[in-house]
């Protein structure tokens, strides 16, 4: 997301400047917390640089005076430090301890420009960026947070406008994520094309994952028959909102008896409204989705 905030901002406005909402949300949320060193344990920098460092390199072999991985990884840290400029980037990175940035894979004393730096950026392909961060997060995630053996787990696929990206033109960077509900982490993220919309990138964007035991959430836009094939193809389920894109499902189920529904139950409590939401759906009508024989949506099935 960083990345392409940069491309977008240089690209369309030709100068270097980074998008405030990004690091300005990461700024609150760390506002009360104090770093001497970068927020992150020292010992999995080499692995978050082997990560970057498999993003293709636009850079002339000639002219490579640094690695990729360990300049992409350095500069993600001074950002989510709260450098909000490429030269505060860059200036970070000088003042980190020399033996920190020797473990990131970048030894010495780095001169760094930060309009060379703002080059490089905009000509990353923003999508490997995502698809490396991504698979190194969804890592961490795995080590992290065990599963049970048949459990369930929570991924919700959205779509939002990033702040701060808007052209002259009036168009803005569009992204498209996929998060775990329980660890609130994004395990992959692709941006939407200018003149498309979120369903063809609903299928490339979840092909890398192993959706086994996952459970994917997603608006009503996304309630499609090739969407709901593929998630059973690949292992996964789908708990799916249906409204008037899909007349004939949306028609079928208001007939369902509704009113014979009990909660089973219920709260107010803010904060997790989509799981919420969600479970108090499923409790509330065991019966719901009995008409699926006659839906033909992809194994639809009552919602015990």
Same mark, same amino acid.
């Given at each position: 997301?960083?990345?392409?905030?940069?491309?977008?901002?240089?690209?369309?406005? &030709?100068?270097?400047?980074?998008? $405030?909402?990004?690091? =300005?949300?990461? @700024?609150? %949320? #760390?506002?009360?917390? *104090?770093?001497? !060193?970068?927020?992150?344990?020292?010992?999995?920098?080499?692995?978050?640089?082997?990560?970057?460092?498999?993003?293709?390199?636009?850079?002339?072999?000639?002219?490579?005076?640094?690695?990729?991985?360990?300049?992409?990884?350095?500069?993600?840290?001074?950002?989510?430090?709260?450098?909000?400029?490429?030269?505060?980037?860059?200036?970070?990175?000088?003042?980190?301890?020399?033996?920190?940035?020797?473990?990131?894979?970048?030894?010495?004393?780095?001169?760094?420009?930060?309009?060379?730096?703002?080059?490089?950026?905009?000509?990353?392909?923003?999508?490997?960026?995502?698809?490396?961060?991504?698979?190194?997060?969804?890592?961490?995630?795995?080590?992290?947070?065990?599963?049970?053996?048949?459990?369930?787990?929570?991924?919700?696929?959205? &779509?939002?406008?990033?702040?701060? $990206?808007?052209?002259? =033109?009036?168009? @803005?960077? %569009? #992204?498209?994520?996929? *998060?775990?509900? !329980?660890?609130?982490?994004?395990?992959?993220?692709?941006?939407?094309?200018?003149?498309?919309?979120?369903?063809?990138?609903?299928?490339?964007?979840?092909?890398?994952?192993?959706?086994?035991?996952?459970?994917?959430?997603?608006?009503?836009?996304?309630?499609?028959?090739?969407?709901?094939?593929?998630?059973?193809?690949?292992?996964?389920?789908?708990?799916?909102?249906?409204?008037?894109?899909?007349?004939?499902?949306?028609?079928?189920?208001?007939?369902?008896?509704?009113?014979?529904?009990?909660?089973?139950?219920?709260?107010?409590?803010?904060?997790?409204?989509?799981?919420?939401?969600?479970?108090?759906?499923?409790?509330?009508?065991?019966?719901?989705?009995?008409?699926?024989?006659?839906?033909?949506?992809?194994?639809?099935?009552?919602?015990?």
């Amino acid at each position: 997301m960083i990345v392409g905030c940069l491309r977008q901002s240089i690209k369309n406005r &030709g100068r270097v400047r980074v998008p $405030s909402s990004p690091i =300005n949300v990461l @700024a609150r %949320h #760390l506002e009360h917390v *104090t770093f001497s !060193d970068p927020p992150i344990d020292p010992l999995d920098l080499p692995a978050l640089a082997e990560v970057l460092d498999t993003v293709p390199d636009p850079r002339d072999r000639r002219g490579r005076r640094y690695r990729l991985g360990p300049l992409l990884a350095l500069s993600l840290l001074a950002v989510l430090g709260g450098a909000t400029s490429l030269a505060k980037i860059t200036r970070v990175i000088a003042e980190y301890d020399p033996r920190l940035r020797a473990r990131a894979g970048l030894p010495g004393t780095p001169r760094l420009a930060a309009s060379t730096l703002g080059r490089l950026l905009a000509r990353l392909d923003d999508d490997a960026f995502d698809t490396a961060i991504c698979g190194y997060l969804a890592s961490l995630t795995a080590c992290a947070t065990p599963s049970h053996q048949g459990s369930l787990t929570g991924l919700a696929v959205d &779509g939002k406008t990033l702040r701060g $990206s808007r052209t002259p =033109n009036g168009t @803005a960077v %569009h #992204l498209l994520a996929a *998060t775990r509900h !329980d660890t609130q982490t994004v395990v992959a993220q692709r941006q939407i094309e200018a003149k498309s919309n979120e369903i063809p990138t609903f299928t490339p964007l979840l092909s890398r994952l192993d959706l086994t035991h996952m459970v994917i959430t997603a608006d009503a836009l996304h309630t499609q028959h090739e969407h709901a094939r593929h998630l059973i193809a690949a292992g996964g389920h789908y708990l799916f909102i249906v409204k008037g894109n899909q007349p004939t499902l949306q028609r079928r189920l208001k007939a369902l008896p509704w009113r014979e529904a009990v909660l089973n139950d219920r709260t107010d409590e803010q904060g997790h409204a989509l799981e919420l939401a969600a479970g108090q759906a499923v409790r509330a009508v065991p019966f719901a989705l009995r008409c699926s024989a006659g839906t033909k949506h992809p194994r639809s099935v009552r919602a015990d």
